[in-house]
């Protein structure tokens, strides 16, 4: 988020998971059955445009540092080379270094990370969608009915490799975590906004198939971020910036409406 923005991150990512759920869908990938659209036509034509949309995110310019200073216009942006040290390490060398926005290496990165974690999202599902379908593979879940089953051991997976990264991260930082005590009952509070908005995703899926409600419950989440990147903390501005995400979201917005409409029209 640091080099690509908070908007751009999950505006793109969301692209890219939508277009891999999608994929993964459509075409039986990992062994899941195809779920063939009433329209194939309409289908293609909505991930095209989808496609265009999320081709456009790049070129949209965002300001992390003036973000930043709308939340607390006394607080300093430092890199990660810096929130890594101690606190005397870093008070000590603060004023040496700050973010180089312009770092072209730290960019690419930047949004080779964002591909990954969109490709992450992608197949999130995939192993319930699996358990599900595949009767032949896992004989015992005949035996059940809803995605909702499932939710239990997809929130336990989730809280162990949780438990595990923090694990990792506290013997990386030898015992001493950088955890500022305000975003600790936010941080719970969005764990249980996550949780009742993965249980409606599994159920989405289940009713909709991922076909149709991947592109919904990805891009969604996107539109709202940017929303708050645009009007409170001003990460983006300026007519130029504006306009290319007025075009992107349209054409976004027009690629998950058309292929929601190939599930049940047609064409």
Do not use: Q
Request: glycine share 6%; with cysteine; charged share 10%.
């Amino acid at each position: 988020m640091t080099h690509v923005g908070m908007a751009m991150f999950m505006l793109f990512a969301s692209s890219i998971s939508c277009l891999t759920g999608w994929a993964i869908s459509r075409f039986g990938i990992f062994g899941v059955p195809p779920a063939v659209p009433m329209s194939n036509l309409l289908n293609y034509i909505g991930i095209v445009l989808l496609i265009f949309g999320s081709a456009i995110y790049p070129f949209i310019k965002i300001n992390v540092f003036r973000a930043v200073k709308v939340v607390d216009p006394h607080v300093k942006v430092l890199p990660m080379s810096v929130l890594s040290r101690t606190p005397e390490e870093a008070e000590k060398n603060s004023k040496k270094e700050d973010i180089d926005m312009n770092n072209s290496v730290m960019k690419v990165a930047a949004w080779i990370g964002t591909i990954l974690v969109g490709l992450s999202l992608g197949v999130m599902t995939t192993p319930v969608t699996l358990l599900m379908t595949r009767h032949d593979i896992y004989p015992l879940s005949t035996e059940i009915k809803s995605s909702v089953s499932f939710h239990f051991s997809f929130f336990t997976g989730v809280m162990l490799i949780s438990i595990v990264i923090f694990v990792l991260y506290c013997l990386v930082r030898k015992g001493r975590p950088s955890i500022p005590p305000k975003i600790v009952l936010p941080s719970m509070l969005s764990g249980v906004f996550f949780a009742l908005a993965m249980s409606c995703f599994f159920i989405a899926n289940e009713k909709l198939s991922p076909t149709i409600s991947y592109p919904i419950c990805m891009m969604a989440p996107g539109l709202v971020t940017s929303a708050w990147s645009v009007f409170y903390f001003k990460e983006i501005s300026g007519r130029r910036n504006l306009l290319l995400l007025g075009a992107a979201y349209i054409f976004t917005l027009m690629g998950v409406l058309t292929i929601t409409v190939s599930r049940i029209v047609e064409f």
